[in-house]
């Protein structure tokens, strides 16, 4: 990888981190901030389109936090088994808000102290 090349894998690296913590502390704004942009070849995108779902959602954004949650279920819908319910998590949330008639226990959206990966 060039120098440039891992800079910005460092720098994507250390604004995901940013982003978790200020989610963590409910500074949505903020950690939106951090989340974007999502570059096409960054290996973090993933969980950001997961966490700007979630963000979204929280703040009652249901086409935005559907248009995340979607990007991130398709990314990740081969992903390695261990990651397989933050997949199944994000698309119940993501079922839930195309059908609000649905309740589901697990269609709700993670408060900020939810693990994160």
């Avoid at 808000?97 to 589901?104: G, I, M, R, T, Y």
């Amino acid at each position: 990888m060039s120098d440039a090349g891992s800079s910005y894998a460092f720098a994507s690296e250390v604004s995901y981190m940013k982003g978790q913590a200020l989610f963590r502390l409910g500074r949505l704004d903020e950690a939106a901030d951090e989340f974007l942009p999502v570059r096409f070849l960054d290996k973090l995108a993933g969980p950001r389109f997961r966490r700007l779902g979630q963000i979204e959602d929280k703040r009652g954004n249901r086409e935005q936090a559907i248009k995340w949650y979607a990007r991130f279920v398709d990314l990740w819908q081969d992903c390695d088994p261990e990651l397989r319910p933050q997949v199944d998590e994000a698309r119940a949330r993501l079922a839930a808000l195309q059908n609000p008639s649905l309740k589901a226990s697990a269609g709700t959206p993670p408060g900020p102290t939810s693990p994160a990966t």
